[in-house]
């Protein structure tokens, strides 16, 4: 087992143009998402720091620069690492937004966490699923909302529903069922 270096921090604030990109980021951010850290930034400052190596060559955090860059911002908050391997840049490079997405999100706690805040402009999150959550607006995947009530038809006739039901009847006639039958080739049931 190779000895590791010593590996060390040093917190800093460089000029944006001393960051060089890292060639092999694997990541891709999209413009909403570079929008939503350049108002974050705005409400709250950069309360993360961008991570390079000793040669000012990002790590962890190219968002960050390219939504401080938007803001117009000239400096960021770094972190320079210092003893780490090639290999150990690499994969510090990939771990860090690996375990980011390891998370669980609690869907019951964000929906609560919405309706103690009780305002819309929560960053990350659409106006139309902040107004679903803070008004409790119950639509379907037709966007029926539940929650009034519904129309009521007093001319819906016997007839009428006679007709619809020899509708019905002459559809499901027309319906071939399904025939299930086994693959030769794995085994596994196959519906059709």
Do not use: W
């Not at 990109?21 to 999209?30: G, I, K, R, V």
């Not at 000793?54 to 117009?72: D, F, R, S, V, Y």
């Not at 490079?93 to 964000?110: G, P, R």
């Not at 007093?154 to 007839?159: E, T």
């Amino acid at each position: 087992m190779a000895k590791q270096s010593k590996v060390t921090h040093e917190d800093k604030v460089l000029n944006l143009s001393e960051l060089k990109d890292h060639p092999s980021n694997p990541n891709t951010h999209t413009h909403a998402q570079i929008d939503a850290m350049v108002q974050s930034m705005d409400r709250y400052g950069q309360y993360y720091r961008i991570i390079c190596d000793e040669n000012n060559q990002i790590i962890c955090g190219h968002g960050k620069k390219m939504a401080l860059q938007k803001k117009g911002e000239k400096v960021a908050k770094v972190t320079i690492i210092k003893g780490l391997n090639e290999k150990q840049k690499l994969k510090l490079l990939l771990e860090d937004n690996k375990i980011q997405s390891m998370s669980y999100v609690n869907f019951t706690q964000v929906e609560a966490l919405i309706k103690d805040i009780g305002e819309m402009d929560i960053i990350g999150f659409s106006p139309e699923y902040l107004d679903t959550i803070l008004n409790e607006v119950s639509l379907d995947n037709m966007g029926v909302d539940f929650t009034k009530p519904g129309i009521r038809n007093d001319n819906f006739s016997n007839d009428l529903q006679v007709e619809q039901n020899a509708q019905y009847e002459d559809i499901d006639a027309g319906m071939q069922p399904a025939r299930t039958m086994k693959c030769p080739h794995c085994g596994g049931e196959i519906t059709i």
